[in-house]
Nanobody, 127 residues
Framework: QVHLVESGGGSVQAGGSLRLSCAAS????????MGWFRQAPGKEREAVAV???????SYADSVEGRFAISQDYAKNTVYLQMMDLAPEDTAMYYC?????????????????????WGQGTQVTVSS
């Protein structure tokens, strides 16, 4: 059974940092691209960052330079280091997996490609 379990969310002040983690089980981790997505109240879910099984990454323009995605193959875990957080980063953050190596292709941030999802972890940034 597939499980993606996020952790690390919380409440921070603007300018602060958080690191999210997503532990994957029940999948052959190296065959998937892993991504972080977020959804704020009243808004559509959007892609944040993706890393594939070759280590290639893609970022949404809104987080480029502030967020960094990484992974630990030994732990089947993907991380999202978030820095210089702003109130507009407030959202539920989800981890998801897509089969194959999406890398830094134009398709990497397309949400529909991600078929396995975690339950999410809340990030709240206050001004």
């Amino acid at each position: 059974q597939v499980h993606l379990v996020e952790s690390g969310g919380g409440s921070v002040q603007a300018g602060g940092s958080l690191r999210l983690s997503c532990a994957a089980s029940g999948i052959t981790y190296t065959r998937y691209s892993m991504g972080w997505f977020r959804q704020a109240p009243g808004k559509e879910r959007e892609a944040v960052a993706v890393i594939d099984n070759e280590g290639s990454t893609s970022y949404a323009d809104s987080v480029e330079g502030r967020f960094a995605i990484s992974q630990d193959y030994a732990k089947n875990t993907v991380y999202l280091q978030m820095m210089d957080l702003a109130p507009e980063d407030t959202a539920m953050y989800y981890c998801a997996a897509a089969s194959g190596s999406l890398g830094n292709s134009p398709y990497a941030l397309q949400i529909w490609r991600y078929t396995l999802w975690g339950q999410g972890t809340q990030v709240t940034v206050s001004s």
